[in-house]
């Protein structure tokens, strides 16, 4: 008989694994809280570096674990250390016995309603990276549809980089989707002034700094050093938004139509749940924390509990996928000792 | 020297090797914060008084760090806190003028 290996959680690290593990020959087992695979990226629409539409990719990814089973609306609902292994009880009932368990529960985008100061669900002209990308998708939003675009703002680094927002890390991926999205902005309206208020800028990936110089260039993307401060509405229902030029070292304002807030990326909390049942730890930064931050990334500081992906903190897709086979791998090793 | 009507103005290099640090250091002791700020400019985008007096506490920091006179700035702070209220690296900011304040009435007793 084959052997199970439990995956929990079924975005793009949980589909990666479930295909590796298949062609070495065990079950994988996935468990997914949502209606269907995918996790983020299918909320997603168009994927940097290259463009490609996140659809394409999930798939494709999906369409190769066919031999995987998968439990939709389902999570975990105990998991208790056995005499090497573990008993994994779902919430549909079902138990499972395992030697290995993959924990691939990704990430939680940040709530930008926390941030009050930018009026994220107080005015209507204020709306998050998530929404940008299911207006991309659907074409559908009432606060963009048949309203005039003169002028568009992307603040970054919003719940990152924030003590106050009780997340003092850099989101990583925020700075490229900003300016990715600002590019597609551009694209729908052309007549548009866009600017992008940032504190840095981190565009550490392959091809990523091409999108800065492109929306430079080619697009004519104003960057503005500054954080924003504060978001006010105006008489007339445009945004009032408020940074300091910190290039000039004066205070700048600028009306807007539509603000764009790029939330960052923080720890699922249904990841410290689950890491509660195995008394897993929480690294400093709020994600699971890894045997070893270095070389071993993939592998809990527990027996038979495997990492990949955005639990251990923020990752592009080609990152975690990367990560998601080497997790297969040592799962592989874990279990043929 | 021959005068050929014309003097050569001083030069603007920020010259690191020559900067006098001494207020600084001297103020982290009372203020250790003050080495967070990355310089965003919230405190500066917030504060009242910064439209009419060019006061910024962004400024003031960087300007320690550069050993340049702040004086001049902090008289437009009125101490109202909000700057304190929107840093992101947590700074006591008010906290931060209180503290220079009293050390240049310090200096004028001296
Ligand atoms: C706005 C934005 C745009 C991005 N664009 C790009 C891009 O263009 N290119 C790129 O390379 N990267 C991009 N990224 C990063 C990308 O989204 C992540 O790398 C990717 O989603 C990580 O996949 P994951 O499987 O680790 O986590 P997730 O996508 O978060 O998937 C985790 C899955 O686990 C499930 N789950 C969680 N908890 C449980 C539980 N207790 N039980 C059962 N199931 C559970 C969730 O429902 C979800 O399906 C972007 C990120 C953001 C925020
Ligand atoms: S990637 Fe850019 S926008 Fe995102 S948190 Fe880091 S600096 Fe801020
Ligand atoms: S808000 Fe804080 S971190 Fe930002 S410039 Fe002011 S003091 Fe520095
Ligand atoms: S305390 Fe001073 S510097 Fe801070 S916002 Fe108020 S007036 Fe401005």
Redesign the interface.
Known sequence: MKENVVIIGGGIAGIEAAKQLLLLGYCPIIVEKQDHLGGHVAEWHKLFPDMTPAKDIVDEMTSEISGANVFLETTVSSLNRLSGGYSVVLSNGIAIVCRAILIATGFHLFDAEKKE?YGYGIYNQVITNRDLEHWFNSGKDARIDGREMKKIGFVH?VGS?????GNSQCSKVCCVTAIKQAIEMKEKFPEAEIYCFY??LRLFGKKYEDFYINAQKDYGIHFI??????VGEKIDGSLQV?????LS?K??KVSLDLLVLMAGMVCNPKTTEIARMIHADIDTDGFLRSRNNIYNIMESDRPGIFLAGTCTGTKTVPETVAEARAAVLSIHNYLSR | MTDFGFTRAKSSTVNLDEVDTSLYRRILQVEPDVRRC??????????TA??LSGM?V??VIHALERGVDIAPMLSGCMLCGKCTM?????INTRHLILSLERYYKKEEKA
Request: glycine share 10%; with cysteine; net charge positive.
């Open positions: 100061e680094c980089r924030d003590l106050k927002a504190m840095d050093r500054g954080r924003v401060s504060e408020k940074a300091e030029d910190t070292g205070p700048l | 990355m310089e965003c400019g919230s405190c500066s985008a917030v504060c910064a439209p910024s962004r400024k929107v840093c992101p690296r947590g």
